[in-house]
């Protein structure tokens, strides 16, 4: 995924996402602050206009709480579970869930398929992620994928966000998905071997595409944003093409595609962006989903590198971005078996709970200090109580990458 990879906005007007997710290297800068007509509301994470990415980051902010014992708080759940549509999908953001949704509300896979990981881990809302799971196979290309909205042609990213959903709710695509990722995934022995294609270009040809290859590692490996780091393969870590006249099985596009990642990573420690007329420059977003995919498919030490790069680089970008950006860079440390309080002497745990409200435990501990305060007679907890409720909420953003990228 890469965060946001993830404007959600971004990702659909440019057929990208993440990652991951809702991901792209477009920042909160590009779009600072809600519109004056957008009031954002108390349970959403971040500032910035939700239009884009308001159920993409909030999907992975959740996920990213939980991942490290976190309880978020009950009014940021309800708000992502708010924003489902009757029919089970989700659109970016809808500014009146309590309206039906219409011509007008243009649902996803990606935010469809990130709700459904999160409310998945949470517990407790079968219901809604039933109904999300049922329209999501519904969306399902006839070639084994799924592209960004329904009807479009199948994309790598897509693909891999949806089967991470099915994966984490206990079930598996079939064998027409695992068809189509060996389809895109490019010969071992041509100039970027072993990376997977977004999609093929009109002509049918293949670009290797690093934010899918990341993607696409994760798909074949069955996994969704939250893995843990994998077991080296027995044949080794280098790219190799299958027997001629067979297709590669999924672990042969997982181990050839981290390969890949491990290649475009050494040295220089990150991935760059590659968006059309912009200056290339290190791509925090992709390069942490690239550290999530390596630990993921078992190449845990080919992603130290990367890993490293991170934790002296990133936080600049991490504070700059908001909560797909933290959520990101928390799935890459729990891959790699770190702990995300203390990346690099930053608390990404913290700074990603300073986005949005306050979570559950945190809320409970503020209850307890105002009943001592009053039960000692002070009188004044209520000051206290109210100094806190506003300090809460302040984070910064719009996680903004775009997950998908096009050549």
Known sequence: MTVLRRSAAVLAATAVIGAATPAMTATA???????????????????TDPRYDGVWR????????????????????DWLTGQQCAN???????????AACGAKVT????????????????????????KALTWLKA????????????????????TAVVVGALAAAGESPDRATDGLLAKWSLPCGRDGGGALAYQPDKEGKLAANADATAAGVLGALGKGFVAKAGTAPADGHACADSDPGKALAPADVARNGAA????????????????????????????????VAMAAQG?????????????????PWVEQSGPAAYAELIFAAHAMGADPRDFGGTDLVAGLGATGP??????????????????????????VGTGLVAGTGIGFLFSGRRKQRQP
Do not use: M
Not at 88 to 98: M, T, V
Not at 148 to 158: F, K, L, V, W
Not at 263 to 271: D, I, N, Q, R, S
């Open 29 to 47: 800068a590009d779009d600072p602050s809600p519109s004056a007509s957008t009031v954002l509301p108390s349970g959403l994470f971040g500032r």
């Open 260 to 291: 890949y990642l491990a290649e475009a990573t050494h040295g220089k420690g990150y991935l760059v962006s590659a968006l059309a007329g912009a200056k290339a420059q290190p791509d925090y977003g992709n390069t942490a989903d690239a550290v």
């Open 299 to 315: 190449s845990a030490e080919a992603a130290k590198q990367p890993y490293a790069w991170l934790e002296a680089h990133a936080v």
């Open 107 to 130: 649902v996803d896979t990606n935010s469809t398929a990130a709700a459904v990981q999160a409310l998945t881990a949470l517990g407790g809302h079968d219901d809604a992620v039933g």
């Open 58 to 77: 909030q999907s992975l902010a959740l996920l990213a709480q939980h991942t490290v014992g976190v309880t978020p708080a009950s009014k940021a759940v």
């Open 139 to 158: 969306q399902r290309n006839k070639d084994g994928g799924w592209g960004y909205t329904p009807g479009s042609p199948s994309d790598t990213n897509s």
């Open 88 to 98: 089970g999908a989700y659109a970016s953001f809808r500014a009146e869930p309590g």
């Open 358 to 383: 306050a979570p559950a435990k945190a809320a409970r501990n503020t209850e307890e200090k105002a009943d001592e305060k009053e039960s000692s007679g002070t009188g004044v907890w209520w000051i």
